[in-house]
């Protein structure tokens, strides 16, 4: 079956927190934007019963009534959603593809925040009590509705030890479930000792989960003594699991740069290691995953792709020129020496309008052109003739040295 193609200014892999916020950058920028969502519009934040500490929303919210928010604004700056799966994406080159099953999505940027999921034990029944019918993946988002209630923790690194403190301050008794045998933890050696010592903390060595187990909502979880095989029943009224996280990133292997836990390397700008090509929200490593965390991702990555494809604009229409004779003024306006040459520039660019084009490009505005232009040294000027580079000028900048440039 011959696939149909689509063009987009830019295309956003997964339509959850991170995603979404991007989406309405980008949307507001007046970019074509396409959102691709696999599951459920939201992401994982839909699971949460209640979200209290998300800025703005003093009594509390549920994820599905904040994502429904978030997907409500996107909508509103023409942003378009298609519910499928990505099977490939091809992002090198001016041009990104990414691909689903029946559509090629053509693209000048691409924001990969396809987020990941935790991961499961495996346990019997374990399908049935995800996320709002008692297994929980988060303590910051579930530990105020555990108050004086009894939870178990799945687990012994630090993530798992560390939220299990952190659970105390709510419920009235943390179990921690660890594989190994007594005193051996998996954790920093600060966060086990605080933990062994923490009253509210108690430990069940070699053990691993059978099975989760109750009516509508989980009751017990069951217990296995991997030395014994013997079987404990322990009532618990949530059961947090903390055994790592699997990002969404099996698709990229090999086309982006990633760490060897599979999450995609970003920079301070959530730019990854291919022009054009952003990531945001839990996709990429983060010290914490939260929806106001991957708001503030998908608000760097949206800002960051319009920054792009302006400058690529730029750069292909004015610098380039059609392959038209060009010159680029390369300045910062910060820079004295470089405002004293604007009435030079400006001089030159009077006298030969007809004949070429001159572009000014600040440097502090527009870091990502002077990078593609390869330029290192400031004040400089850059002629063009026939779409390329001919000569770079980076000292001692003169009249007689730009009309030179046209002999």
């Not at 193609?5 to 956003?12: C, F, L, N, R, S």
């Not at 009532?235 to 969404?248: A, E, Q, R, S």
Request: hydrophobic share 40%; with cysteine.
């Amino acid at each position: 079956m011959e696939k149909r193609t689509e063009q987009y200014d830019v295309v956003i892999i997964g339509g959850g927190a991170a995603g979404l916020t991007a989406g309405i950058y980008c949307g507001r920028a007046r970019l074509k934007t396409l959102i691709l969502e696999k599951t459920l519009v939201g992401g994982l934040a839909t699971y949460t019963n209640e979200i209290e500490n998300y800025p703005g929303f003093p009594e509390g919210t549920t994820g599905t009534e904040l994502m429904g928010l978030f997907h409500k604004q996107a909508k509103k700056f023409g942003v378009d959603f298609k519910m499928t799966d990505v099977k490939a994406v091809s992002l090198d080159g001016e041009m990104k593809v990414v691909e689903t099953f029946r559509v090629r999505y053509e693209c000048k940027a691409v924001i990969v925040a396809s987020g990941g999921k935790p991961r499961l034990t495996g346990a019997k029944n374990e399908e049935k009590y995800l996320y709002d019918k008692g297994i929980s993946f988060c303590a910051t988002c579930d530990a105020a509705a555990n108050t004086g209630k009894t939870v178990m923790v799945i687990g012994s690194g630090d993530a798992a030890i560390e939220e299990g403190i952190f659970l105390t301050k709510f419920a009235d008794k943390v179990i921690v479930s660890v594989m190994h045998d007594p005193g051996k933890m998996d954790c920093n050696e600060i966060a086990r000792n605080q933990a062994l010592d923490n009253p509210k903390m108690e430990f069940m060595w070699n053990t691993v989960v059978d099975s989760f187990e109750g009516e509508e909502r989980l009751e017990t979880v069951v217990l296995k003594n991997s030395k014994t095989d013997e079987l404990q029943p322990v009532k618990v009224d949530t059961c947090f699991l903390f055994i790592g996280y699997i990002p969404n990133t099996e698709i990229l292997s090999g086309v982006l740069e990633l760490n060897r836990n599979g999450y995609v390397l970003v920079n301070e700008k959530m730019e990854t290691n291919i022009p054009g090509v952003f990531a945001a929200g839990d996709v990429c490593d983060k010290f914490l995953k939260q929806v106001a965390t991957a708001v503030g991702d998908g608000a760097i990555a949206g800002y960051g792709v319009e920054k792009y494809i302006s400058e690529c604009e730029v750069y292909e229409n004015q610098i380039q020129n059609h392959g038209k004779p060009s010159v680029v003024y390369l300045w910062n306006a910060t820079e004295p020496a470089c405002r004293e040459l604007l009435p030079l520039i400006e001089k030159f660019e009077q006298a030969h309008a007809a004949e070429l084009r001159v572009t000014k490009v600040d440097v502090y505005k527009s870091p990502g052109l002077a990078a593609r232009l390869g330029v290192d040294n400031i004040p400089a000027i850059a002629y063009f003739n026939e779409g390329e580079m001919k000569k770079v000028i980076t000292g001692g900048i003169s009249e007689a040295q730009l009309n030179d440039l046209l002999s």
